[in-house]
């Protein structure tokens, strides 16, 4: 069983920056196609940003490009989100989530994903 533990968030202004982190324990990270969701109060989970295993593919929501960054280290079992130019409706909650099975479709496919961390606050004041 894979373990996800997501950290960084935290209350900025809006025009600032965060970074995210998520560490992953318990299987061969590697392998693993990674994922960042946000969840706002009331409001689904929303793709945000997507890895492949060797982090060479990414893909980003149409309301990130631009501003977030996906990226990860594998011999640390990590995966970040660079987040730029921050905006008060970026406020959510922000998972990661790993797929362990193997996939080679779109990212931002919510199902495809198998293990989840228990998210980490992200609020940005106007």
């Known amino acids: 069983q894979v373990q996800l533990v997501e950290s960084g968030g935290g209350l900025v202004q809006a025009g ?7 560490t992953a324990s318990g299987g061969t990270f590697s392998r693993y196609v990674m994922g960042w969701f946000r969840q706002a109060p009331g409001k689904e989970r929303l793709f945000v940003a997507g890895i492949s295993w060797s982090g ?3 893909e980003y929501a149409d309301s990130v490009k631009g501003r977030y960054t996906i990226s990860r280290d594998n011999a ?9 130019s921050l ?3 970026d406020t959510a909650v922000y998972y990661c989530a790993a797929n362990t099975v193997g996939y080679g479709g779109s990212y931002s496919r919510l199902g495809i994903y198998d293990s989840w961390g228990q998210g980490t606050q992200v609020t940005v004041s106007s």
């Not at 600032?16 to 998520?22: D, E, N």
């Not at 640390?76 to 730029?84: D, G, S």
């Open 87 to 89: 905006k008060p409706e």
């Open 16 to 22: 600032g920056s965060l970074r995210l982190s998520c």
């Open 76 to 84: 640390k079992n990590t995966v970040y989100l660079q987040m730029n």
């Open 56 to 58: 060479i593919t990414t």
